[in-house]
Protein backbone atom coordinates (compact mmCIF):
# COMPACT_ATOMS: atom_id res chain seq x y z
CA UNK A 1 0.00 0.00 0.00
CA UNK A 2 1.03 3.57 -0.11
CA UNK A 3 2.84 3.12 -3.32
CA UNK A 4 3.62 6.68 -3.29
CA UNK A 5 4.53 7.11 0.05
CA UNK A 6 7.81 5.26 -0.46
CA UNK A 7 10.20 5.36 2.66
CA UNK A 8 6.93 5.09 4.92
CA UNK A 9 6.66 1.39 3.57
CA UNK A 10 9.52 0.37 5.91
CA UNK A 11 7.42 1.62 8.97
CA UNK A 12 5.11 -0.22 7.98
CA UNK A 13 6.74 -3.40 7.68
CA UNK A 14 8.38 -2.43 11.73
CA UNK A 15 4.80 -2.25 12.74
CA UNK A 16 3.85 -5.69 11.43
CA UNK A 17 7.21 -6.83 13.22
CA UNK A 18 5.92 -6.33 16.07
CA UNK A 19 2.26 -7.93 15.88
CA UNK A 20 0.42 -4.91 14.57
CA UNK A 21 -1.37 -7.41 12.14
CA UNK A 22 -4.34 -5.94 10.04
CA UNK A 23 -7.97 -7.09 10.23
CA UNK A 24 -11.45 -6.94 8.73
CA UNK A 25 -13.55 -4.34 10.93
CA UNK A 26 -17.04 -3.39 10.20
CA UNK A 27 -16.82 0.35 8.85
CA UNK A 28 -17.32 2.87 11.20
CA UNK A 29 -18.16 5.63 8.99
CA UNK A 30 -18.20 6.11 5.52
CA UNK A 31 -19.12 8.55 2.89
CA UNK A 32 -19.50 8.38 -0.67
CA UNK A 33 -17.56 10.79 -3.73
CA UNK A 34 -19.10 11.33 -7.25
CA UNK A 35 -15.87 10.62 -9.62
CA UNK A 36 -15.24 13.38 -12.12
CA UNK A 37 -11.92 12.67 -12.68
CA UNK A 38 -9.01 10.92 -11.57
CA UNK A 39 -6.13 12.90 -9.93
CA UNK A 40 -2.81 12.03 -7.66
CA UNK A 41 -3.04 13.34 -3.87
CA UNK A 42 -0.55 13.34 -1.15
CA UNK A 43 -0.79 13.83 2.89
CA UNK A 44 1.26 15.09 6.15
CA UNK A 45 1.06 15.26 9.70
CA UNK A 46 1.37 18.94 11.06
CA UNK A 47 0.34 21.95 9.18
CA UNK A 48 3.37 23.94 7.62
CA UNK A 49 4.65 27.03 6.00
CA UNK A 50 0.79 28.65 4.92
CA UNK A 51 -0.75 25.86 4.85
CA UNK A 52 -4.34 26.29 8.00
CA UNK A 53 -3.87 24.14 10.91
CA UNK A 54 -6.58 21.35 11.47
CA UNK A 55 -9.26 22.33 14.07
CA UNK A 56 -8.16 21.24 17.61
CA UNK A 57 -11.96 20.40 18.30
CA UNK A 58 -12.97 16.72 18.90
CA UNK A 59 -16.40 18.02 16.65
CA UNK A 60 -15.43 20.50 14.40
CA UNK A 61 -18.25 21.72 11.65
CA UNK A 62 -17.62 20.77 7.98
CA UNK A 63 -16.60 24.01 7.54
CA UNK A 64 -14.04 24.00 9.60
CA UNK A 65 -12.24 22.14 7.53
CA UNK A 66 -8.61 23.01 6.00
CA UNK A 67 -9.33 26.16 3.20
CA UNK A 68 -7.19 27.23 1.23
CA UNK A 69 -4.78 30.10 1.81
CA UNK A 70 -4.66 32.85 -0.72
CA UNK A 71 -1.26 33.86 -0.24
CA UNK A 72 0.24 30.25 -0.17
CA UNK A 73 -1.20 30.02 -4.22
CA UNK A 74 1.26 28.08 -6.80
CA UNK A 75 0.13 27.88 -10.28
CA UNK A 76 2.28 25.84 -12.43
CA UNK A 77 1.18 25.53 -15.90
CA UNK A 78 -2.31 23.72 -16.61
CA UNK A 79 -1.86 20.27 -18.00
CA UNK A 80 -4.25 19.88 -21.05
CA UNK A 81 -4.98 16.52 -20.13
CA UNK A 82 -5.43 16.81 -16.68
CA UNK A 83 -9.27 16.57 -15.51
CA UNK A 84 -11.20 17.85 -12.41
CA UNK A 85 -10.77 16.41 -9.19
CA UNK A 86 -13.69 15.18 -6.93
CA UNK A 87 -14.88 17.94 -4.77
CA UNK A 88 -17.07 15.89 -2.04
CA UNK A 89 -18.44 18.07 0.51
CA UNK A 90 -15.44 17.79 3.74
CA UNK A 91 -17.35 15.39 6.60
CA UNK A 92 -17.63 16.23 10.26
CA UNK A 93 -15.85 14.77 12.62
CA UNK A 94 -17.56 12.88 15.05
CA UNK A 95 -16.63 12.51 18.74
CA UNK A 96 -15.97 9.14 19.43
CA UNK A 97 -15.46 8.00 16.18
CA UNK A 98 -12.56 8.72 13.01
CA UNK A 99 -14.18 9.82 9.90
CA UNK A 100 -11.99 10.83 6.34
CA UNK A 101 -12.31 13.92 3.98
CA UNK A 102 -10.71 15.61 1.49
CA UNK A 103 -10.66 12.54 -0.98
CA UNK A 104 -9.74 12.42 -4.55
CA UNK A 105 -8.23 10.18 -6.99
CA UNK A 106 -5.62 9.71 -9.89
CA UNK A 107 -4.12 7.42 -12.40
CA UNK A 108 -0.54 6.86 -12.18
CA UNK A 109 1.78 6.76 -15.00
CA UNK A 110 1.02 2.80 -14.90
CA UNK A 111 -2.39 2.82 -15.08
CA UNK A 112 -2.88 2.10 -11.17
CA UNK A 113 -5.63 3.53 -9.23
CA UNK A 114 -4.65 5.61 -6.30
CA UNK A 115 -7.63 6.79 -3.77
CA UNK A 116 -6.42 9.30 -1.32
CA UNK A 117 -7.38 11.70 1.53
CA UNK A 118 -6.77 12.73 5.18
CA UNK A 119 -8.11 10.54 7.96
CA UNK A 120 -9.49 12.15 11.15
CA UNK A 121 -9.03 10.71 14.78
CA UNK A 122 -12.38 11.77 16.53
CA UNK A 123 -11.02 9.78 19.59
CA UNK A 124 -9.60 11.22 23.06
CA UNK A 125 -6.95 8.65 22.92
CA UNK A 126 -4.03 8.22 20.63
CA UNK A 127 -4.82 6.26 17.23
CA UNK A 128 -1.85 3.71 16.45
CA UNK A 129 -0.75 0.26 15.93
CA UNK A 130 -1.80 -2.47 18.32
CA UNK A 131 -2.42 -6.29 18.92
CA UNK A 132 -5.12 -6.40 16.80
CA UNK A 133 -4.45 -4.15 13.68
CA UNK A 134 -2.82 -1.07 12.71
CA UNK A 135 -4.75 0.70 14.45
CA UNK A 136 -6.37 3.64 11.83
CA UNK A 137 -7.16 1.77 8.32
CA UNK A 138 -10.07 2.72 5.30
CA UNK A 139 -11.74 0.74 3.10
CA UNK A 140 -12.35 1.87 -0.69
CA UNK A 141 -15.13 0.74 -2.70
CA UNK A 142 -15.41 1.66 -6.22
CA UNK A 143 -19.22 1.60 -8.22
CA UNK A 144 -20.92 1.61 -11.32
CA UNK A 145 -23.41 4.11 -12.49
CA UNK A 146 -25.94 1.70 -10.69
CA UNK A 147 -24.67 1.89 -7.37
CA UNK A 148 -22.97 -1.53 -7.74
CA UNK A 149 -19.47 -2.08 -6.06
CA UNK A 150 -17.73 -3.60 -8.67
CA UNK A 151 -14.31 -3.30 -6.89
CA UNK A 152 -12.75 -3.10 -3.37
CA UNK A 153 -9.13 -2.66 -1.58
CA UNK A 154 -8.33 -1.53 2.14
CA UNK A 155 -6.12 1.06 2.39
CA UNK A 156 -3.36 2.27 4.80
CA UNK A 157 -3.07 5.36 7.14
CA UNK A 158 0.52 7.49 8.07
CA UNK A 159 1.97 8.66 9.67
CA UNK A 160 1.08 5.37 12.14
CA UNK A 161 0.05 7.12 15.14
CA UNK A 162 -2.64 9.97 15.24
CA UNK A 163 -3.09 12.29 18.39
CA UNK A 164 -6.70 12.89 19.58
CA UNK A 165 -8.64 15.21 17.25
CA UNK A 166 -5.68 14.70 14.85
CA UNK A 167 -5.15 13.69 11.02
CA UNK A 168 -3.24 11.21 8.65
CA UNK A 169 -3.06 10.38 5.14
CA UNK A 170 -4.66 7.55 3.53
CA UNK A 171 -4.03 5.86 0.18
CA UNK A 172 -5.76 2.57 -1.22
CA UNK A 173 -4.63 1.26 -5.07
CA UNK A 174 -6.29 -0.76 -7.42
CA UNK A 175 -3.51 -2.27 -10.51
CA UNK A 176 -6.47 -2.88 -13.02
CA UNK A 177 -9.35 -0.68 -11.66
CA UNK A 178 -12.54 -1.51 -13.45
CA UNK A 179 -14.75 1.06 -15.11
CA UNK A 180 -16.30 2.99 -12.23
CA UNK A 181 -18.37 5.95 -11.82
CA UNK A 182 -18.24 6.75 -7.68
CA UNK A 183 -16.50 5.40 -4.98
CA UNK A 184 -17.17 5.04 -1.37
CA UNK A 185 -14.47 5.61 1.70
CA UNK A 186 -15.23 3.48 4.89
CA UNK A 187 -13.09 3.55 7.80
CA UNK A 188 -12.63 0.01 8.90
CA UNK A 189 -10.33 0.52 11.82
CA UNK A 190 -10.03 3.28 14.58
CA UNK A 191 -8.42 1.97 17.50
CA UNK A 192 -6.22 2.60 20.21
CA UNK A 193 -2.62 2.41 19.97
CA UNK A 194 -0.83 -0.28 22.37
CA UNK A 195 1.13 1.52 24.52
CA UNK A 196 4.54 -0.58 24.23
CA UNK A 197 4.57 0.64 20.95
CA UNK A 198 3.91 4.46 21.93
CA UNK A 199 7.16 4.50 24.23
CA UNK A 200 9.21 3.08 20.65
CA UNK A 201 7.72 5.50 18.00
CA UNK A 202 6.01 8.18 20.02
CA UNK A 203 8.98 10.27 21.71
CA UNK A 204 9.79 12.52 19.26
CA UNK A 205 8.52 15.90 17.90
CA UNK A 206 9.88 17.84 14.77
CA UNK A 207 8.12 21.10 14.01
CA UNK A 208 8.45 22.43 10.23
CA UNK A 209 10.51 25.62 10.33
CA UNK A 210 10.20 26.38 7.04
CA UNK A 211 8.79 24.60 3.16
CA UNK A 212 8.07 25.64 -0.30
CA UNK A 213 6.55 24.03 -3.59
CA UNK A 214 9.07 24.32 -6.89
CA UNK A 215 7.23 23.88 -10.45
CA UNK A 216 9.99 23.04 -12.51
CA UNK A 217 9.09 19.62 -14.22
CA UNK A 218 6.36 18.95 -11.64
CA UNK A 219 5.61 19.85 -7.88
CA UNK A 220 8.86 19.09 -5.63
CA UNK A 221 7.97 20.01 -1.93
CA UNK A 222 11.20 21.26 0.09
CA UNK A 223 11.77 22.32 4.05
CA UNK A 224 13.52 21.88 6.83
CA UNK A 225 12.63 20.73 10.30
CA UNK A 226 13.84 20.92 13.64
CA UNK A 227 13.56 18.14 16.28
CA UNK A 228 12.24 19.27 19.24
CA UNK A 229 11.63 16.15 21.14
CA UNK A 230 14.08 14.83 24.30
CA UNK A 231 16.13 12.59 21.78
CA UNK A 232 17.37 12.00 18.77
CA UNK A 233 15.00 11.16 15.88
CA UNK A 234 14.40 9.22 12.51
CA UNK A 235 11.21 10.65 10.91
CA UNK A 236 9.89 10.83 7.09
CA UNK A 237 8.09 14.03 6.14
CA UNK A 238 4.65 13.29 4.29
CA UNK A 239 3.35 15.77 2.29
CA UNK A 240 -0.09 16.53 1.00
CA UNK A 241 -0.84 19.08 -2.01
CA UNK A 242 -4.35 20.32 -2.28
CA UNK A 243 -6.07 21.58 -5.49
CA UNK A 244 -7.83 24.99 -5.63
CA UNK A 245 -11.56 22.91 -4.64
CA UNK A 246 -9.55 22.15 -1.28
CA UNK A 247 -9.03 18.03 -2.27
CA UNK A 248 -5.72 16.65 -2.14
CA UNK A 249 -4.68 16.02 -5.15
CA UNK A 250 -0.98 14.56 -4.60
CA UNK A 251 0.60 12.80 -1.69
CA UNK A 252 4.48 11.72 -1.60
CA UNK A 253 7.02 11.09 1.43
CA UNK A 254 10.65 11.58 1.61
CA UNK A 255 12.62 11.11 4.73
CA UNK A 256 14.14 13.93 6.92
CA UNK A 257 18.13 14.18 7.07
CA UNK A 258 20.39 13.69 8.59
CA UNK A 259 19.20 10.62 9.90
CA UNK A 260 19.22 10.95 13.14
CA UNK A 261 18.30 14.01 13.49
CA UNK A 262 20.14 14.93 17.12
CA UNK A 263 17.97 16.93 19.74
CA UNK A 264 17.21 20.70 19.09
CA UNK A 265 18.93 20.39 15.54
CA UNK A 266 17.64 21.23 12.09
CA UNK A 267 17.34 18.77 9.17
CA UNK A 268 16.32 19.11 5.73
CA UNK A 269 13.53 16.93 3.01
CA UNK A 270 12.80 17.42 0.00
CA UNK A 271 9.93 15.48 -1.56
CA UNK A 272 9.36 15.23 -5.19
CA UNK A 273 5.46 14.54 -6.18
CA UNK A 274 4.84 12.02 -8.52
CA UNK A 275 2.71 12.65 -11.97
CA UNK A 276 2.43 16.03 -10.63
CA UNK A 277 3.62 18.06 -14.10
CA UNK A 278 1.07 20.89 -14.81
CA UNK A 279 -1.09 20.61 -11.97
CA UNK A 280 -2.24 23.87 -10.58
CA UNK A 281 -1.52 23.38 -6.39
CA UNK A 282 -3.41 25.81 -3.52
CA UNK A 283 -1.59 25.12 -0.76
CA UNK A 284 0.45 22.26 0.54
CA UNK A 285 0.52 20.51 4.26
CA UNK A 286 3.56 18.51 5.70
CA UNK A 287 2.99 16.05 8.37
CA UNK A 288 6.35 13.89 10.51
CA UNK A 289 5.86 10.23 12.05
CA UNK A 290 6.93 6.95 11.77
Known amino acids: MLRTL ?5 VAVAATLVGAA ?17 IPMIAADSAVGASP ?53 FLDGEGVLHVVGEFVNGKSTVIGPNDTNNGAEVTVTLKNAAGAAVASESGLVLPLFIDPGGDALFEAYFDNPPAFS ?22 VELTTVTSSVT ?20 AVAFVAVYGTDGNITRIASADVSPDPLPVGATGAFTVPIPESTGLTASFHRVWYGP
Open 215 to 234: TAGGLTVSGTARNDGSEEAS
Open 22 to 38: VTSRTPLQAESFDLRSR
Open 182 to 203: SFDVSVSACDTASPLLLQFFFR
Open 6 to 10: GPALL
Open 53 to 105: SPSASASPSASASVSPSPSATVSPSPSPSASPAPSPSPSPTVTGQCSTRKAGS
